[in-house]
């Protein structure tokens, strides 16, 4: 992925592609940005403010991230960056980008179910990541991280995570 | 004064404090049963959940220590108390008795009470706690739908799982009517609109956990409600051991980072 170059970051043209850039730790096929954890970047007089957002209350990787983002500006020439945190407007997987569920889904991950407004969310079925197969179930309700579950495919025998729907 | 607050915003760190410490005090608890729960998943289960709570506690413990006066770090707030100064309901404080039925009891319990709480807190007029609310509200429907899921699969499954399920139960119940009691609330921020007033969680609580065990066949226990006390800092004498455990690194080494 081309993002900015020192340059542009530094006539401020391009913060966002930097902050954009930056892969979530735990499920690093998705930049921060597909994720939708990225609410916003501002360049302001004193530098750069960074906002993400978690995608649970006791997600571990925000520390992480909040690093790799710094980490993201000072190779494209910036130190003036501080990252805040916001809570509200919560998180929801709604805010996983086409881009995102698409990458989810080559990983092997199952994407959460695709948002339809105005009706409650229901999971009848996941298709295999795998072989493509709509004959799943589910294994187990938590994973190997806050945001998954676990859930296995009675065709090709495989088992595969699922980005819960939040 | 022993209220480590004052001014004007002491009523509403008091009160921030209290959830905080509710969930911090289940999510060590309940990280107890990494890698001694039945199944693998419930490892995996519980663990996640007692992350979610430690979550939700940080969020609390972060906003209660910015309102004191001087302001404490939430490891200050964490580490750095006595058994005395927490304020957490007794419910969540108790041990397991080694028995998975007692986690679910008080899992469904506790559950059932934080989505009534939360999903009326997401409207404080105080945004900060809003904004907490409305983020927790999500993770508290997750626990409760797994805590039922075990309940109904345990009261309705074997004949000694029944018992045990009721037993669990019998045991958790005195333990609720603390939930309920409003003493603790400064009435300035219930006409605020700032904080939930607890006493009116008790009926949209009960029927729902009424609902859960007359699908699950078991009964909803009559029982003498236990002494309480936990929102005044009076304590089972669970808690010293389970602060000791969670305090000893950060006490020993202090300020030490990794």
């Known amino acids: 992925m081309v ?5 542009e970051v530094s006539t401020g043209l ?40 978690p995608t649970y209350s006791g997600c571990p990787a925000m520390d992480a991230i909040r690093d790799d983002i710094l980490s993201a500006f000072r190779h494209a020439g910036r130190d003036d960056v501080r990252v805040e945190f916001v809570l509200a407007p919560a998180w929801t997987t709604d805010w996983i980008s086409e881009e995102g569920r698409r990458k989810l889904e080559e990983f092997g991950i199952a994407p959460p179910a695709r948002p339809v407004p105005g009706r409650v969310s229901l999971t009848l079925s996941l298709r295999c990541p795998q072989c493509g197969s709509p004959d799943t179930r589910e294994l187990s309700r938590f994973g190997s991280t806050a945001c998954k ?12 995570d699922h980005f819960k729907t939040l | 004064m022993s209220t480590p ?31 001694a729960a039945p199944q693998i998943e419930e490892d995996v289960a519980l663990g996640n959940i007692a992350l979610d709570q430690l979550g939700q506690a940080r969020n609390l413990l972060t906003y209660a220590g910015s309102l004191q006066d001087p302001p404490r770090t939430e ?28 986690a679910m009891a008080r899992l469904l319990v506790l559950s059932t009470y934080l989505v009534e709480l939360y999903a009326r807190l997401a409207h ?6 809003a904004a907490v609310a409305a983020k927790a509200v999500k993770e508290v429907d997750y626990h409760r739908d797994h805590a039922t899921m075990w309940v109904l699969r345990l009261g309705d499954g074997t004949e000694e799982s029944h018992r045990r399920m009721q037993a669990a139960l019998d045991a958790e119940w005195p333990f609720t009517e603390e939930l309920f ?57 669970h808690l010293a051991p389970l602060l000791e455990e969670m305090q000893a690194l950060a006490r020993a080494h202090p300020g030490a980072t990794w």
């Open chain 2, 124 to 129: 404080s007029a105080d945004e900060t706690l």
């Open chain 2, 181 to 237: 009691d409003d003493a603790y609330v400064d009435p300035t921020l219930l006409s605020g609109g700032v904080a939930v007033n607890p006493a009116v969680l008790r009926d949209p609580v009960s029927a729902r956990l009424a609902e859960v065990l007359a699908s699950a066949t078991l009964r909803v226990p009559q029982v003498t409600a236990a002494p309480g006390g936990g929102r005044e800092g009076r304590h089972t004498e």
């Open chain 1, 149 to 160: 579950s676990l859930w296995v495919c009675n065709a090709c025998a495989e088992p595969f």
């Open chain 1, 3 to 7: 993002t900015g170059s020192t340059s």
């Open chain 1, 14 to 53: 391009d913060a966002w592609a930097v902050a954009a850039s930056v892969l979530d730790p735990e499920v690093p096929v998705l930049t921060i940005e597909d994720l939708g954890i990225l609410r916003d970047v501002a360049e302001g007089p004193d530098g750069v403010t960074v906002t993400i957002t």
């Open chain 2, 75 to 102: 490891d200050d707030l964490a580490y750095l108390r006595g058994p005395e100064d927490f304020r957490n309901v007794q419910l969540v404080e108790r041990p397991w008795a080694d028995d998975f039925g007692v």
């Open chain 2, 5 to 35: 607050a004052r001014g004007p915003s002491a009523p509403l760190a008091a009160y921030v404090l209290a959830l905080a410490d509710d969930a911090l005090v289940a999510a060590q608890r309940t990280g107890e049963w990494i890698a």
